[in-house]
């Protein structure tokens, strides 16, 4: 599907030869990182600057052709993928991350910045950026926004949003704003910062954003804890939130996928004796953590065991059991994602019933449950379902989205709604909220060229 010429020579126009991919290149950029989502475009167009974000998608939309935007392309629910032809607007160019602000613990990054990049600024300068996740080394700043990523550090510092304090963008019908001097107040009308961060790239192209540092402590220890089961560990972490100041993470896995990922990784099990549940504690200081941690740990019923580390060697290896679950779940297969909320009251019991939810829409699937048990996200796999047969899609979809709404919680935590989750958003949202989103999207994108099959869909 070639470009149409006169399209073709305009685009060039603005980004130069280069910066216009249109060969067996595009590639990359037309299937995700999980290989669920595979889609083909006409091109890939690079722009250098925000000016240029904004010519291309002047002379898009005067050709009505559909622009993707896409960072480093690390989403899981079809959001940067062109399922449906789009040309993709590549913003890997917009890399730059600027000086860090001491007196304001700020910085201003480029839209292709990776979150690593960031954090690595932020360090530098003796400070941190606390967003922070598994894809930090190719997820882009961008592309964090666009979904208001949380990651491991929501329970203390919250997501992406939280760390936002204005953004460079633009608007599908060509204009700019942009808002980067990083006041930390300002009420002058809408806070548009806010509308486009989660919004998915449908009312805008996010090019830069100004962010929140904040202080980097001296001292972290990590502690493994195991249970006896989920109630067990979810009243623990209640408890630590509550009485732990310094408590930065709380990530819980189960015994399954800890097995899966040190047969993997080639590494033993935590403990001499495995454990139905483990809670991954962190907590972080000026001051040593660690008597503190001991003594909250302590202090809880139900705990079979604790491995705690506080040099960077230890830590790293008591966090694999986490962050190598991703990658572990994709040997056995390519897995259906679902990345759900939950009301802490409801965790344990939909963690405990939500399998049973899948093998009956599914009955040859095994579910893998892990996630950030301190703020009720939880990320369901399943894996032994062929991922190529939509009508099983739809009813595995829809079991598992009803089950949760049914149980209070929301069909999207951190990774977003994307394609993937168009059709169900209507389980989660009611009729009064669709439209207003949809009178935002008509008000920023009146010609329906970003995303258009995103969110809300066609």
């Known amino acids: 599907m070639p470009l149409d010429p006169s399209l073709r020579r305009e685009l060039v126009d603005v980004v130069g030869p280069a910066h216009l991919i249109d060969d067996d290149r595009r590639a990359s950029y037309e299937i995700d990182w ?50 449906a032809g789009e040309v993709v607007l590549s913003l890997r160019r917009l890399d730059a991350v600027g000086e860090v602000d001491r007196e ?9 910045a990776s979150v690593e990049s960031v954090q690595q600024a932020a360090a530098r300068a003796g400070l941190r950026y606390a967003v922070d996740f598994g894809a930090r080394g190719s997820a882009t700043v961008g592309g964090s926004v666009a979904t208001d990523a949380g990651g491991i550090n929501v329970l203390r510092w919250g997501g992406t949003r939280a760390q936002l304090l204005g953004v460079e963008a633009v608007l599908g019908t060509g204009d700019v704003v942009s808002r980067l001097q990083g006041l930390v107040k300002d009420n002058t009308g809408y806070d548009l ?10 009312l805008g192209v996010v090019t830069a954003a100004r962010l929140r540092l904040v ?56 403990f001499d004796r495995p454990a139905p549940v483990y809670v991954l504690v962190e ?27 506080s040099d960077a060697a230890g830590r790293s290896r008591l966090w694999r059991y986490r962050e190598e679950h991703t990658s572990s779940i994709n040997t056995v297969g390519v897995p259906h994602k679902y990345d759900v909320t939950l009301p802490i009251a409801a965790l344990a019991g939909f963690m405990a019933d939500v399998p049973a939810v899948v093998r009956a829409a599914a009955p040859s699937a095994t579910t893998w449950l ?22 099983l899609d739809e009813v595995l979809d829809e079991a598992v989205y009803r089950f949760v709404v049914a149980c209070g919680g929301c069909i999207s935590a951190e990774h977003g709604i994307g394609t993937a989750k168009a059709r169900w958003l209507s389980l989660d949202r009611s009729a009064g909220d669709l439209a207003a989103m ?13 995303n258009p099959a995103v969110l809300l869909g066609q």
Request: net charge negative; aromatic share 2%; charged share 15%.
């Open 34 to 83: 999980t290989g669920r989502f595979r889609g083909a475009t006409p091109a890939v167009v690079r722009p250098g600057g925000t000016d240029e974000v904004a010519a291309v998608l002047d002379v898009c939309r005067r050709h009505g052709v559909a622009v993707v935007p896409q960072g480093g392309n690390t989403g899981l629910v079809g959001g940067s993928v062109p399922l």
């Open 370 to 391: 892990f996630g950030h048990v301190g703020d009720g996200n939880i990320h369901v796999n399943v894996t032994g379902v062929a991922v190529d047969d939509p009508a």
């Open 193 to 202: 910062a806010g509308v486009l961060c989660g919004s998915e790239g449908t």
């Open 438 to 450: 949809r009178a935002l999207k008509s008000a920023f994108d009146p010609a329906g060229i970003l």
């Open 104 to 112: 304001a613990a700020q910085l201003t990054a480029g839209a292709g």
């Open 215 to 270: 202080a980097a402590h001296e001292h972290t220890v990590t502690a493994l804890v195991a249970f006896a089961d989920v109630p067990a560990a979810v009243r623990a972490v209640a408890t630590w939130r509550s009485s732990l100041d310094t408590l930065d993470a709380a990530e819980i896995v189960l015994d399954p996928g800890v097995r899966l990922v040190a047969g993997v990784l080639g590494c033993g099990l935590p």
């Open 283 to 309: 907590a972080s200081g000026h001051d040593d953590p660690t008597d503190d941690l001991a003594v909250a740990v302590g202090a809880v019923v139900g705990v079979l065991g604790v491995a705690v580390a």
